[in-house]
């Protein structure tokens, strides 16, 4: 072996610690949001515990993951989130392609704005919550009067956002791609939509909220599962502590959609300046 390889394979073992420690800087950074939750259980479970706090008014949170153990192991706890979960996924795939469709026609289109933006907003200020005894009266109780509330609840935050989105898009870029020689398809799809996808994506991560807000009281319509009926069924038996465990679980939920919603906003619009590895550096 040459001198040449031995200094090589010592390079390539030789300590490699500074390369493997960890940014102590970052990681506090990312822990940082979650000292206020964790200091709220820490106080929660004090008071609890200290008898500061009555179970009668508020069950600990020992309780709650013990009363999550005993649901687990009868294996009702998934099956309740995964049925809460198809609902949602449906609801809100199904009011986002509405409202996009919609925000795009009306963004682009200045007679369909005039023709159909009033009877939106109008339908809009309807809380669609109040649909309810209507929802049942059209479609009985089955599974369809609960997707669509929550479709209702979706689809008005995504219209408003991706209308607004459009017609915010600086007139300047438009002019440019015309001089480019760009035809009105590709106009679109490679000026306006990625101009106005900022404010798109803000409608849709409002929207999953929304979604699982209305899922809470469209899950009370003589529903037999989901995370709703679990509430219900807890509220007429007086366990406090599945109805506590149900919130978190919905708290849980909205934050990890809005997680993954921030995620795809970061990935799609990376080119955008509030984005970009600038943004990142400072």
Known sequence: MTQAENEAILRGTGDDRPARSIDWRRFGWHLLPWLLPLGLVLLWHWASTTGELSRNVLPGPLEVVQVAGALIEREQLQHHILVSLRRVALGFALGASVGLALGIVVGLSTTARQLGDLTIQMVRTVPHLALVPLMIFWFGIGEEPRILLVALGVVFSVYINTVAGIRSVDPRLVEMGRSYGLSRAQLVWSVILPGALQQILTGIRYGLGV????????????????????????????????????????ALAGWLADLLTRRLEARLLKWHPSYGAGAKAR
């Open 211 to 250: 979604a699982w807000l209305t899922l809470v009281v469209a899950e009370t319509i003589a529903s037999r599962e989901g995370l709703g009926f679990l509430v219900q069924d807890a509220r007429e038996l007086l366990r406090l502590d599945v109805i506590v465990l149900a919130i978190l679980i919905y």
